[in-house]
T-cell receptor
């Protein structure tokens, strides 16, 4: 039972354009969401987060949007750069905090120069 | 900068062996976690710990145990390794209400 779903295993985007990565969840008790980025042969690194009291959080080129009624969040990267090529995982937690995160299956983003 | 160090990057063991994976963090974090990452399945939580000598089962604890005798160290133990435990193992740590920081992983092959 996959409670956090990333339905696109891969995504290719032209350099300079917007990358949009999507994530859906089924557990209505989740109230804190995170995005992690993972390069090959490295551990995931934290990118950005959002709590359920907000619908948008922005950090430089990265913006996360949360639609609670649709149980959907998305990560926007503008403009996309070659260094953004990585696997992106969304994660969710039901405790305002991040003990026991539930991760999605990941989306491999490739930025085409 | 937070440093989470996993003792081995690559490990090859045989079925039936007892396997120890070690993880050390240097930031006095309360929480430590063990995940495995498999293609198409994302990261799945095996065990986590809120404090020394405390442990909680994650989503897939079968075939594994853990030990946390000191705050900075969290060990994952495969009691009797099997081929379906071939995977990438990731350790993470965090302070309460802060993002988890991950090590670079141990790629474990069970032959």
């Amino acid at each position: 039972d996959q409670q956090v779903k990333q339905n696109s295993p891969s995504l290719s985007v032209q350099e300079g354009r917007i990358s949009i990565l999507n994530c859906d969840y089924t557990n209505s008790m989740f109230d804190y969401f995170l995005w992690y980025k993972k390069y090959p042969a490295e551990g995931p690194t934290f990118l950005i987060s959002i709590s359920s009291i907000k619908d948008k959080n922005e950090d430089g080129r990265f913006t996360v949007f949360l639609n609670k009624s649709a149980k959907h969040l998305s990560l926007h990267i503008v403009p996309s750069q070659p260094g953004d090529s990585a696997v992106y995982f969304c994660a969710a937690n039901g405790n305002f905090g991040n003990e026991k995160l539930t991760f999605g299956t990941g989306t491999r983003l490739t930025i085409i120069p | 900068d937070v440093k989470v160090t996993q003792s081995s990057r690559y490990l090859v063991k045989r079925t039936g062996e007892k396997v120890f994976l070690e993880c050390v963090q240097d930031m006095d974090h309360e929480n430590m976690f063990w995940y495995r990452q498999d293609p198409g399945l994302g990261l799945r939580l095996i065990y986590f710990s809120y404090d020394v000598k405390m442990k909680e089962k994650g989503d897939i604890p079968e075939g594994y145990s853990v030990s946390r005798e000191k705050k900075e160290r969290f060990s994952l133990i495969l009691e009797s390794a099997s081929t379906n435990q071939t995977s990438m193992y990731l350790c993470a740590s965090s302070k309460n209400n802060q993002p988890q920081h991950f090590g670079d992983g141990t790629r474990l092959s069970i032959l």
